[in-house]
């Protein structure tokens, strides 16, 4: 059974692999703060629509919102977005470890069939 932090990663790369999500946090990393019709503008579909993508991404962690008079503005959570970066970095070392022992390996093959 998974932990809760692979459940925080399964929801934080869900929330990601839709690409209107994808570009709302693109927009919110440009600009830390937007408010809802400033995010929606670009994309060509209803705000109801939009807003459960909005939804998506508050469940994840990755943005709050906050209504300022009758402005609901949107804000990135940076620190989230820190945890998917840690996480990749991980298994960017790991499989570079792999290859590494690979490539030595190769190199002894190599080396033991030019003595032969």
Known sequence: MPNNYDIELDQLFAALADPTRRAVVQALVQKEKLSVSELHAPHAM???SFTQHLKVLEDAGLISTRKQGRVRM????AQRLTRAQTW???Q???WEAR??????LLE???TEGDNQ
Do not use: G
Request: proline share 5%; hydrophobic share 40%; no cysteine.
């Open 46 to 48: 209803a705000l109801p």
């Open 74 to 77: 949107v804000n990135i959570e």
């Open 88 to 90: 990749l970095e991980h």
């Open 92 to 94: 960017r070392k790991v």
């Open 99 to 104: 290859f590494n022992r690979l490539e030595a």
């Open 108 to 110: 002894q093959s190599k």
